[in-house]
């Protein structure tokens, strides 16, 4: 036999072991396409300490959005600028665009004021998460408001549970309660292997905000 054959030969045996491996893996996601017959809204929540996760969230409203879905968005972190989020989102006709009122800010700090805001856009929050026209919702930053004490979780387990079934969450925030972590459907932690920051490049816009 020589060289050029057996090489031949072994470039074959090598694409069919390749082939049948990818036949397994095709059934074995079949397998689970074929399980997967549950039709109903999901829960997803975002944390971590990585950048990317509000950004993820409003990245899944626009794919709602071309869709023609119906979407609402509560922001409960207030900064001193405008987002490019808000900016853009604000104004679509198919998008209710909230953002905490005078209260929990990154740059002041006043409990009082803070306590209430949290309790007014959670009013807002309930609303949305009990309107069978809204099929996504944001819930962007909530989970700051359970690290500080502002909102009771149990609350918020209640009325995911009690949602319209078509209904969309989507929730972020560095950390989370643990009852929170266990209830949704889907969790993702995004991590933070570098930032542009501690290298002593300034927040920019279009990226930071």
Known sequence: MTDEKKSSEQEAEQSAKNEARLLKKKAVVDQRIAAATQERGVTILLTGNGKGKSSSAFGTMARALGHGQKCAVIQFIKGRKATGEQLFFGSHPLVDFHVMGHGFTWETRNPELEQEAAEQAWSLAKDVLSDPSVHFVLLDEITYMYK???????????????????????MTGRTAPRVLLDSVDTHSKIANERHAFANGVKAQVGIEW
């Open 148 to 170: 500080y004490g502002y909102l009771n979780e149990a609350d918020l387990i209640a009325a995911l549970a009690a949602r319209p079934i078509h209904q969309n969450v989507m």
